[in-house]
């Protein structure tokens, strides 16, 4: 299903024709997400207003939905933008942070999943239970629980199946599924867990790679291992310097991954 070199391939790809990915993301993160978007090699936009989102959507590559600091015009701009996605074949990512947390958030994780086919639903296994109806621990807006992975692959695959998409649940391992065919990625660093804003990170990558491959599988899965061996090479050059210093080496990372380090640190095996 997805090999280290496929996924070599698509990261050159990405830099190759530096897709437009829009961004209606949180206040928290938009800063980073952006900088990581461009050490990638992709081109970042955030678009908020009703009156501009449908049309650009519909001229970018992917579109990044993101409820991490939810309001609701940015809802309602949110369904505005999805549907000028669908409706011009641009892929859609979502992220539902914090679902769970509180009905108003758990409710407009389930709205957005409703009213726009989203190409890719990207959270922690908490929140994509909170999508799906089963009540996993969720504190604030992580999970406050790792399941295992074979926990984790169930759970994704139900996720995949109710809500007729594909599925990435992040973790110390990472999960992609299409309700089907699974995979596992064992790439990342516990430090990503001390920098906020490395999920939504990960889903506007994410975004960058469906931009310029239609095989979803194929496109999550490159930019799960890419992100993590990127991680990994930052914690490596950060030792013992903490979370500040591994934030910034991750853009720099970000931007200096290739190929050969896929093919060097990549892990990733195929489910049952």
Not at 242 to 261: H, I, K, M, T, Y
Request: glycine share 8%; proline share 3%; aromatic share 4%.
């Amino acid at each position: 299903m997805v090999d280290l070199q496929q996924a070599s391939g698509l990261l050159e790809r990405v830099r190759e024709q530096r897709p437009l990915v829009h961004n209606i993301t949180n206040v928290v993160v938009t800063n980073f997400t952006a900088n990581g978007l461009l050490a990638l090699g992709a081109s970042p936009v955030m678009a908020y207003a009703q009156e501009e989102v449908a049309d650009m959507a519909k001229i970018a590559g992917a579109l990044v939905l993101n409820i991490g600091t939810l309001n609701p015009a940015e809802v309602e701009a949110m369904i505005v933008a999805g549907r000028s996605a669908n409706a011009h074949q641009v892929p859609v990512v979502f992220d539902p942070v914090g679902a769970g947390a509180t009905p108003y958030r758990t409710e407009t994780a389930r709205r957005i999943l409703r009213e726009v086919r989203v190409t890719l639903l990207r959270g922690n296994a908490a929140e994509i239970a909170h999508v799906v109806g089963e009540d996993w621990e969720i504190k604030g807006v992580d999970a406050g629980v790792d399941e295992h992975s074979q926990d984790k692959a169930a759970l994704a695959q139900k996720a995949a199946r109710q809500w007729a998409t594909h599925v990435v649940i992040t973790g110390k391992e990472d999960i992609i599924t299409d309700g089907q065919h699974t995979c596992l990625i064992k790439n990342g660093h516990p430090l990503l867990t001390s920098v906020t804003g490395t999920g939504c990170l990960l889903s506007s990558l994410i975004g960058a790679f469906l931009a310029v491959e239609k095989d979803v599988l194929l496109a999550g899965a490159s930019a799960l291992i890419s992100y993590g061996v990127a991680a990994q090479l930052a914690a490596q050059k950060t030792a013992q310097r903490g979370p500040g210093s591994f934030q910034v080496e991750l853009l720099n990372q970000l931007a200096a991954v290739r190929a050969e380090d896929l093919l060097r640190d990549g892990v990733v095996a195929v489910m049952k």
